[in-house]
């Protein structure tokens, strides 16, 4: 690096997207860059806490996109806001979530380098594998990869239709038009925040870099674990998912007379008290992965990929049982690479979770694999980073 960068790193408010792009804006900041994160105000104060400057983004529905000129928050009115920013911050490069289209677009109407921050597996199709999203392994014979190619004119429906509306929304800010799909990711840079084993084989463009995860969580006091030898578990549902805490009461039933203690957060305010707890179990509103996880035998999670990604980060097998799509997609790649199970939506019962636990917590074969993958790479933050200054160099 023959010197400090200016970089925007950019995303929508989710946690599941602000937090990879915190921990790239951490890592670039302290390898000496002039780091600005722009994203939901929600996130200001521990950005701000570490030393980053933070700037509010306009937030706007992202699915279904508002129609063009329809008046109301958009990709297009967000891009439009941000525009004067970038042009008095002048960013050697704009990192933008995948989702997070304002910024991109913001970036190229200015002339700026821009990256694509992808904070889970790789989405764009590859002949012969699954669609992205529906949760199914790849297929093992050449029949199998015959029947999703079949299967790609449907896909290619879909996908036209998203390009539509990418171009609608360029046309606002009088950006051409693209023809590729998936127009939203850079063809400069790409990095794909997970691990290497839970990518299918495939061929990989030469712009697309899988770099490991970038984990980030916020500060939190340590909670009381149960007492007690047995494994531990941990039931971390989504944050964004689920708001009738379903599968924490479903594996809280399931666990009640099994030889484990369970730790469950229902990720929701002042709604721990309001579940029953049997004796070897405690249940609380929020805690601390790093403190959890760790001492975790067993996470029973939605899939969502930084909860995922955490677990496999300590070694700990993970039971995904998912509430959405790209959750599905994660919990299949964590049963085709042995690091766990997954359990579909539809069998998510007391006596299905139950066989499910058992078998995680009774076959070593699931920590050996979780282990290889926790041994097996450095922080992703670092590798992007490094990526993030050479292709600025450029």
């Known amino acids: 690096m023959s010197r400090p960068l200016r970089v925007l790193v950019a995303a929508f408010g989710d946690a599941g997207h602000a937090f990879p792009t915190i921990a790239l804006a951490r890592e670039l900041a302290g390898r000496g860059h002039e780091v600005v994160v722009e994203t939901w105000e929600r996130w200001r104060e521990p950005v701000e806490a570490l030393g980053i400057a933070f700037t509010a983004a306009e937030e706007y529905k992202t699915f279904p996109p508002p129609p063009p000129g329809s008046g109301g928050p958009s990709a297009a009115s967000a891009a439009r806001a941000l525009l004067p920013f970038i042009e008095d911050m002048r960013p050697d490069v704009v990192v933008s979530d995948i989702l997070t289209l304002a910024p ?76 590729r799909f998936h127009g939203g990711i850079s063809e400069g840079l790409a990095l794909v925040a997970t691990y290497p084993q839970l990518e299918y084989p495939r061929r990989w463009p030469a712009h697309v870099n899988v770099t490991g995860p970038m984990l980030f969580e916020l500060p939190y006091a340590d909670v009381e674990l ?24 479903v594996a809280l039933e399931a666990l009640a007379n099994e030889p484990v203690r369970v730790v469950a957060t229902t990720n929701r305010e002042a709604t721990a008290a309001a579940v029953e707890s049997p004796d070897n179990v405690v249940v609380v509103n929020w805690l601390s992965y790093s403190q959890v ?29 998912p509430a959405i799509g790209d959750m599905a997609e994660t919990g299949a790649r964590v049963a085709w690479t042995g690091a766990g199970l997954m359990l579909p939506e539809r069998l998510l019962r007391l006596g299905p979770l139950r066989l499910a636990a058992r078998r995680l917590l009774g076959d070593q074969r699931f920590v050996t694999r979780a282990s290889a993958i926790a041994a097996s790479g450095r922080p992703g933050p670092t590798k992007a980073s490094e990526l993030v200054e050479r292709y600025s160099a450029t």
């Open 104 to 179: 991109a677009l913001a970036a190229e109407a200015a002339g700026v380098q821009r990256a694509t921050l992808i904070p889970h597996v790789y989405p764009v199709q590859e002949d012969g594998l699954p669609f992205f999203g529906f949760g199914l392994r790849a297929a093992r014979t050449p029949v199998g990869r015959a029947l999703w190619r079949a299967g790609r004119p449907v896909l290619d429906a879909g996908l036209r239709r998203g390009r539509r509306e990418l171009n609608a929304t360029r046309d606002e800010l009088g950006l051409a038009p693209v023809e």
């Open 226 to 249: 149960p007492a007690g030898d047995e494994p531990l578990v941990l039931v971390a549902p989504s944050t964004s998912q689920d708001p009738e805490g379903r599968l924490v009461r």
């Open 293 to 321: 996880m760790p001492r975790a035998a067993l996470v029973i999670c939605h899939g969502g990929h930084g909860t995922v990604a955490r677990a496999l980060a300590e070694g700990v097998p993970v039971l995904v049982c």
